[in-house]
């Protein structure tokens, strides 16, 4: 079931919401924006709505698991934000492991150049697209 289009990624955190979208061809990621946590169905209304507009035909929700792959706590946050999305949209929600994405995103901002004064600002969008690259490069390329 191969579904060309955009994929909507999204890093739903305490305070903030980074999302992140991919090119047409689902190969590259990039960070688009971050949303202010206001509550879990405005938060879902707000990302179902980003995803229309970039007409998206999927989103990915990051979903960090434990060293032995079982959902914490967080993850089941990650899980009842995924079903209040799926409540407000009709496209296809996934959850996806997010482990270790904040500090990949660190390393980026590092091996980019960024000052440390900067570096610590807000990664939610490029932890996102983290998230949303490695989804994008597990699955199978069909040669096209």
Not at 5 to 20: M, N, Q, S, T, Y
Request: hydrophobic residues 40%; proline residues 4%; neutral net charge.
């Amino acid at each position: 079931m191969e579904i060309k289009g955009r994929i909507l990624a999204v890093d739903p955190g305490e305070k903030r919401i980074g999302v992140a979208i991919s090119d047409e061809t689902q190969t590259l990621a990039r960070p688009l924006t971050v949303i202010k946590h206001v509550a879990r169905q405005v938060d879902a209304a707000a990302v179902a709505q980003l995803a229309a507009d970039e007409g998206a035909v999927q989103i990915i929700v990051g979903c960090a698991l434990d060293s032995e792959g079982l959902p914490g706590p967080q993850a089941r946050k990650a899980e009842r934000f995924a079903e209040a999305l799926r409540q407000q949209t009709d496209l296809p929600v996934e959850l996806w492991d997010e482990s270790g994405s904040t500090a990949s995103a660190q390393s980026i901002r590092r091996s980019m150049g960024v000052s440390r004064k900067k570096r610590a600002g807000h990664l939610d969008d490029l932890a996102a697209a983290v998230i949303l690259q490695s989804y994008l490069d597990t699955r199978p390329t069909t040669g096209n």
